[in-house]
């Protein structure tokens, strides 16, 4: 654990960074409670009045009988139908679905709208998902060291029209970035908006939540019943998560990178101390290593 001195008292970087994780977690808890706690009573009381007006309307159904249609309702919902709507709905298994779903399998994105009902078909799911993942993690690795690559052909590109070498990687990560919002943030953003009829605040919404891998679930593409979507229109979809995900992971990548420079400026003495306690926990691995390479000999 990287250690650094702040008014000659030894902090750890670990305890230290485990405290600020927290804190931040129980601040975001409070602030949302704050915003979604009254609302969800608004919403909780005003689905009681309404059942209520549905049985005043309705004499022959009692309250039981309507308790049970409501389960049926989220049973259905819970395994992926949608309730509104008849039986010409479109179904949720055909290829741009399924392909769909693949890809919300294997990035561990997980909306949660839809799954697999049968047993084979979660047996297969399990399996696919463990070679899956890691070939995903692969493909996003390999995919984040190209964008690196062009990253710096740009910088190089650049530096004979700025002299200065910081500067000259300030403006290309700031190209990069832009350039990186647009394709992969604003322009689908403005796509979905279009196609779903959603305000652009819930396409950018829909757009992070899926490229962080939250997925909530709340938002997703190609699920209205009421509109007839391109048939490849939720492959495309996909196809936009994967790459759309490695330039992310990229630029997340490099914002903790910023935050371990800001550190190490703000406590120089910080860097060289990581940095020794790297190299004696190496030591000891290859001293480890080296002993049991002899007693295998042995």
């Known amino acids: ?22 804190t931040y977690l129980l601040l975001g808890a409070t602030v949302f409670q704050i915003l979604e706690r009254d ?8 689905f009681q009045l309404e059942k209520l007006n549905f049985l005043a ?13 409501v389960e049926v309702i989220l049973d ?46 979660q047996v297969f799911c399990v399996f696919y998902a463990l070679c899956g993942i890691p070939l995903n993690l692969a493909f996003l690795k390999q995919l984040g060291k190209c964008l690196t690559i062009h990253l710096g052909r740009l910088e190089r ?13 300030v403006l290309a990560v700031s190209l990069f970035l832009i350039t990186g919002s647009l394709v992969f943030l604003v322009i689908p953003t403005l796509l979905f908006t279009y196609v779903e009829e959603w305000s652009y605040g819930e396409g950018f919404y829909y757009a992070f939540i899926t490229l962080s891998t939250i997925g909530f679930g709340d938002y997703v593409v190609g699920t209205d ?13 996909g196809v936009w998560i994967i790459f759309a995900l490695g330039w992310l992971a990229l630029i ?11 550190i ?19 030591s000891k691995q290859e001293d480890g290593s080296g002993q049991r390479a002899i007693q295998s000999k042995i």
């Not at 590109?157 to 990687?169: C, F, I, N, R, T």
């Open 76 to 121: 259905a919902w819970e395994k992926g139908v949608n309730p509104s709507g008849n039986s010409t709905n479109p179904t949720n298994w055909d290829f741009s679905s399924s392909f769909f779903f693949v890809g919300t399998v294997v990035t561990t994105i997980g909306y949660g709208n839809l799954s697999p009902s049968t047993v084979s078909g």
């Open 57 to 69: 309307n309705y004499t022959c159904l009692d309250g039981p009988a309507l308790e049970k249609f």
């Open 157 to 169: 590109g650049m530096v004979s029209l700025v002299p200065h070498k910081q500067s000259v990687e």
């Open 252 to 262: 997340l990548n490099m914002g903790a990178r910023s935050m371990e420079y800001a």
């Open 39 to 46: 609302a969800e009573s608004n919403n909780r009381n005003h």
């Open 1 to 22: 654990m990287a250690r650094f001195q702040v008014a000659q008292i030894k902090v750890s970087w670990t305890a230290l960074l485990a405290l600020a994780h927290f």
């Open 225 to 237: 019943p009421h509109k007839q979507y391109i048939s490849v229109y939720r492959s495309l979809a």
């Open 264 to 282: 190490s400026l703000t406590y120089p003495g910080f860097k060289k101390q990581e940095e020794e306690e790297d190299n004696i926990s190496s």
